[in-house]
């Protein structure tokens, strides 16, 4: 028994590793008819449809369920990178990691976390 208790919370973390840059709103309860809206609203008050896909302006990629909204980080977080390299985030949340002392030198992390 302790054994199977001990690969859930093990399983469990891992989970939590796995989507640790992820937030989840609940649905938004209609004020006047307290019905649930049809949909789920994002951070600039724009209602998406249930079922559908953004992406926001903080380069999270967010989904809509009868549940609410999720929305997980693309851009990775580096660790162990040179510090003379940086992340480049472009409009349309693409990244580049950017050495600052010039193209032939490398930018390589020891790991990353999405």
């Not at 008819?33 to 209602?47: H, I, N, Q």
């Not at 449809?49 to 009868?66: D, I, L, V």
């Not at 660790?79 to 390299?85: A, E, H, I, V, W």
Request: hydrophobic share 30%; with cysteine; charged share 15%.
């Amino acid at each position: 028994m302790n054994a199977l208790l001990c690969l859930a919370l093990g399983l469990l973390a891992t989970a939590t590793l796995c989507h640790g840059q992820c937030m989840m709103s609940l649905p938004e309860i209609d004020p006047v008819t307290g019905e649930p809206v049809p949909g789920c609203r994002d951070d600039e008050g724009v209602l998406h449809n249930f079922g559908s896909t953004w992406n926001n302006k903080r380069c999270y990629a967010c989904s809509c369920n009868k549940y609410g909204a999720q929305c997980c980080n693309r851009i990775p977080t580096y660790f162990g990178l040179p510090k003379s390299c940086k992340v480049v985030v472009n409009k349309d949340c693409s990244h580049n990691l950017v050495n600052t002392r010039g193209p032939d030198s490398d930018c390589v992390p020891k790991s990353a976390v999405l």
